[in-house]
């Protein structure tokens, strides 16, 4: 499906989109949450793995449907998706316009998982989002993801290439059909202890978003519990369910809470409402 016939064809629905060029950053593990924290909240969601080749998403999405159907324990599902890079540009991206087309026709939202590198299928599924979240580690290693930093004075020098795409891919948007995109930079794998480091981190991270215009929140911090549950298809969010077989901790609570506060920040809402209601002006203003 064109350009000309999203713009002929406007749906409620919208697009998150999950990008970082980098890998490591935790970017599958964010999007699944995300996907998990937008169908409990209510709404029918499609979901689109970019990095078939690597599958982590769509491995996710079959370990749920597996553990669902085992357990006859009702989860919610979204319609998924995946589009292998096959070399041939125009035919990938035509198949991604089709699944989008597709999938904005039957769902409320659609999530898009990119992969963690560079090449014209992440970029054509980034000029879709509506939100952009980008998972970056609470790292100085990977904040060149954003900018380019003196390691002598700790200033910032420049934007980085992704930074520089992302700027392009706005100004692709805003030709293609007036949308606008916004992006969110959300801190991830967070240190539980309030170290200097993080401090530190947060002061230029917060100097950045000013500068070439994100918004920043903070993400999920590094817990085992996060990628025990992949196997399963779960998150913590659906421990309420009867017949699940995992016992709820201090830990669990904990980060249940913490996902919770990621989903506030992106305007999700916690409990079911009405399926096709729009995310809040919050998170895309």
């Known amino acids: 499906m064109s350009p000309e016939a999203h713009r002929q064809q406007p749906s409620p629905a919208r697009i998150v989109v999950v990008g970082n060029e980098k890998g490591g950053s935790g970017k599958s593990t964010v999007a699944m949450h995300l996907l998990i924290g937008f169908l409990r909240a209510g709404f029918t969601v499609g979901s689109i793995d970019l990095d078939a080749r690597q599958g982590t998403l769509t491995t996710y999405v079959r370990n749920r449907d597996s553990y ?79 900018a380019k930093v003196d390691p002598s004075t700790m200033r910032i020098m420049r934007p980085s290439h992704y930074s520089e795409m992302v700027w392009d891919i706005k100004k692709q948007r805003g030709v293609r059909d007036g949308g606008s995109i916004h992006w969110v930079v959300l801190r991830n794998r967070l240190s539980q202890l309030d170290a200097r480091n993080k401090r530190d981190m947060e002061a230029l991270l917060r100097d950045l978003s000013r500068r070439i215009g994100f918004q920043l929140i903070e993400g999920l911090c ?64």
Do not use: W
């Open 68 to 146: 669902a159907r085992h357990t006859g324990v009702a989860l919610p599902m979204p319609i998924h998706q995946a589009i292998q890079l096959t070399g041939h540009e125009s035919g990938d991206i035509n198949r991604l316009d089709d699944n989008i087309g597709g999938l904005l026709a039957e769902c409320d939202l659609v999530l898009i998982d990119t992969p963690g590198a560079d090449n014209y299928l992440s970029r054509a599924g980034h000029t879709y989002a509506d939100i952009l979240v980008t998972p970056l580690n609470d790292s100085f290693i990977d904040l060149d993801v954003l």
């Open 222 to 285: 590094e817990r085992v519990i996060y990628r025990e549950m992949y196997l399963k298809g779960l998150t913590l969010l659906d421990l309420r369910e009867k017949g699940t077989d995992i016992t709820l901790s201090m830990s669990h609570i904990a980060a249940r809470q913490e996902l919770r506060r990621l989903l506030d920040a992106l305007g999700v809402p916690h409990q079911t409402g009405e399926p096709d209601a729009p995310l809040p002006k919050a998170a895309t203003a």
